[in-house]
């Protein structure tokens, strides 16, 4: 097996890309999670990592940080809970020492001050600093 893993940084202000690469999966995603905080907002519009496999000549996306999405104009907007509505279906990403998960859920509520998403028998609390574990 000869995967390489790449972790990629779109700069908010600078309009650049910024690539690190890593040998293994372990060492790619310990770096991303660095950057895995509100904070990060201010200088990217996205961080993500990738494996790709040079033996069968394919990349596939591992982990996902996104600031900005697009809206139903498709215009690239700053990622908002609050122009979400109930109904949407949504994705919650959490990166951890002890594993990865994705669980997929509905927003089931929207209030001025947070968000709720349902999924797996869980309601998950969406607000200003952890609506970019969301999307």
Request: hydrophobic residues 35%; negative net charge.
């Amino acid at each position: 097996m000869n995967n390489r893993y790449f972790v990629k940084f779109e700069y908010r202000n600078e309009k650049m890309v910024k690539i690190f690469e890593f040998k293994t999966r372990r060492d790619a995603l310990d770096y991303f999670r660095l950057f895995y905080q509100p904070d990060s907002e201010d200088l990217y519009y996205s961080i993500f990592v990738s494996e790709c496999d040079a033996d069968q000549k394919t990349e596939s996306l591992l982990a996902l940080l996104t600031f900005v999405e697009r809206n139903v104009s498709g215009e690239i907007i700053r990622k908002n809970w609050r122009n979400w509505n109930v109904g949407r279906v949504t994705i919650y990403e959490t990166y951890e020492f002890d594993g990865d998960s994705i669980t997929q859920g509905i927003l089931t509520e929207v209030h001025s001050d947070h968000a709720i998403l349902t999924a797996d028998g869980m309601h998950l609390w969406i607000d200003d600093d952890t609506q970019f574990m969301f999307r």
